[in-house]
């Protein structure tokens, strides 16, 4: 709907963000990179240098949360702090998207990445992941994705639309 509030973790050169922006949404994009914000920003998008583990913004402010592929990089010892953060910034109804990488059970630097240095990665089974979010919101809808450029196929895309209470 126009006018609605997105907030954007993990929002890298803001590809995302200005297609939401687009479309009327009011996006404010975040990332920890400093270069990434600056790219956002010369999109013409509100972006801000932070972390999920303090979006750094009051209580609801936002009406969803579009979080795709950054928090695969937060361990299971965080993920639930990380989430009621989330939570916290949406509304009362807010919605997350959440997308990540797994269907498997491994934390640790990937070896298999193509960044150097390796990253450091958090995968999750389906039901671990779903457990877990559902700890803090309301899950809606769960997919699973396996494109057919999967280079490792151990893992698949994991999608997961959840709503605040």
């Not at 954007?8 to 200005?18: N, V, W």
């Not at 640790?108 to 150097?116: I, N, P, T």
């Amino acid at each position: 709907m126009a006018g609605d509030r997105l907030l954007e973790l993990g929002a890298g050169t803001g590809y995302t963000s200005r297609w939401f922006a687009d479309r009327g949404l009011d996006v404010v994009a975040t990332d920890l990179s400093p270069a990434q914000v600056e790219r956002c920003r010369e999109k013409g998008l509100e972006a801000h240098v932070r972390d999920m583990y303090d979006p750094g913004f009051p209580d609801e402010s936002f009406h969803g949360v579009w979080a795709m592929n950054c928090l695969l990089h937060v361990p299971n010892s965080d993920l639930g702090s990380v989430l009621v953060g989330i939570r916290d910034v949406l509304v009362p109804g807010g919605l997350l998207q959440l997308g990540v990488w797994g269907g498997i059970s491994e934390e640790g630097l990937y070896q298999d990445d193509f960044y150097q240095p390796d990253r450091f990665f958090s995968f999750r089974t389906d039901d671990d992941l779903k457990q877990r979010v559902a700890e803090v919101f309301e899950v809606v809808s769960f997919d699973r994705l396996t494109p057919g450029d999967q280079t490792d196929d151990r893992l698949h895309l994991q999608l997961i639309v959840a709503r605040t209470s």
